[in-house]
């Protein structure tokens, strides 16, 4: 069964969504303005676990991916991780749609999505959809200043050689985050905004309630 792009928007009309690139502050914007204005917060990634034991590792062969051992896993190529970031979003993003419908029956909901920007121009309107963009620098120089972060890097410092291993993840962080997906957010026809080098939280944040209509 395939759900019409318009039928889903109607279903998704109480939903907004924060995407774009990290250290942007997408997962503390979401946090807040869901405090603020009673909105339920749909964490990014809040049940991947979940959403993975439902699928098929021949269907969902990227989202599925199950780590041979922490050196094969941050080693990949940056290609290879590029194409299980986003093959893997896509995979989980039918999942992740079905939980935002049911949620989102009789309450406004928000979260800080892993759908990929082009299924969102199908699924929802302009006012519903906000991309937060960081420079190059932060989303990679600065990916293990936060503490959700430091699973990731207690890993690498279990491989075998970890200093080569953080600088072949860091290429895979840069390919990621590459003047190309940047331009996608940025032509993807929704609202951006953009985290400089200083504290831009409160002036994002204000932006943000206006945008979503909410100020």
Request: charged share 30%.
């Amino acid at each position: 069964m395939i759900f019409a792009d318009n039928i889903l928007r109607q279903y998704l009309k109480n939903v907004f969504f924060i995407t774009g690139t990290a250290y942007a502050g997408k997962s503390t914007m979401c946090a807040r303005l869901a405090r603020e204005h009673g909105l339920y917060h749909y964490a990014e990634n809040a049940r991947a676990a979940e959403h993975r034991a439902m699928c098929d590792p021949q269907i969902q062969r990227q989202f599925c991916y199950q780590r041979r051992d922490w050196d094969a896993f941050f080693n990949r190529t940056p290609e290879e991780y590029e194409r299980w970031i986003y093959e893997g979003s896509a995979e989980e993003a039918e999942l992740e749609v079905l939980d935002l419908v049911r949620l989102s029956e009789h309450q406004r909901v928000i979260t800080d999505t892993i759908i990929p920007i082009r299924i969102l121009r199908e699924i929802a309107a302009y006012g519903q959809v906000a991309v937060m963009l960081s420079p190059q620098s932060m989303s990679v120089e600065r990916f293990f200043d936060r503490e959700d972060k430091d699973d990731i890097l207690a890993c690498i410092q279990s491989t075998r050689n970890p200093q080569a291993t953080m600088e072949n993840f860091k290429r895979c962080l840069a390919r990621i985050n590459s003047p190309e997906h940047y331009r996608e957010y940025e032509q993807s026809g929704f609202y951006c905004l953009y985290r400089g080098e200083g504290d831009t939280r409160e002036e994002n944040y204000r932006a943000l309630e206006r945008h979503f209509g909410l100020a």
